[in-house]
């Protein structure tokens, strides 16, 4: 059995680490200490097509498969979680969600905004009705 990346995985994966190592590492430690989103790296990201891998061509994705996406994934997560959780969204759904959140990630747009804010939302109200009974 070769447990061996195919040359296009392995490109990829030298692609993610490249890009981490250049564009991520030098700031992450600053951006996250001041609670700072990185849309400018969430762009290029988007324009380089990490996010597109899992989804079809046809719904404008790179249709790399998952794990390209997995080592993309990997690769951004050695240096920086929160960048990686902004990438890890929307390669499921019916035809008109994948086309959305295809053309989302292009853009580099966060492709689980909407949900984390509104599961924010709900923490936040929880937390604030605990801390008030326990007093």
Same mark, same amino acid.
């Given at each position: ?93 019916? &035809? %008109?969600?994948?086309?959305?959140? @295809?053309? $989302? +990630? =292009?853009?580099?747009?966060?492709? &689980? %905004?909407?949900?984390?804010?509104? @599961?924010? $939302? +709900? =923490? ?11 007093r």
């Amino acid at each position: 059995m070769n447990l061996e990346f195919n040359e296009e995985v392995t490109a990829i994966q030298k692609m993610a680490r490249k890009f981490a190592q250049n564009e991520i590492l030098p700031r992450v430690a600053e951006d996250e200490e001041n609670h700072r989103f990185q849309k400018d790296i969430i762009n290029k990201m988007g324009e380089i097509g990490f996010f597109g891998c899992p989804i079809p061509e046809e719904y404008g994705g790179s249709n790399l498969g998952f794990l390209a996406h997995t080592v993309v994934t990997e690769e951004i997560s050695k240096i920086s979680g929160s960048i990686r959780a902004a990438g890890t969204c929307g390669s499921a759904g019916n &035809c %008109s969600r994948k086309t959305m959140y @295809s053309r $989302r +990630a =292009r853009r580099g747009w966060p492709l &689980c %905004s909407k949900v984390r804010a509104r @599961s924010n $939302r +709900a =923490r936040a109200a929880r937390a604030a009705e605990l801390s008030a009974s326990s007093r």
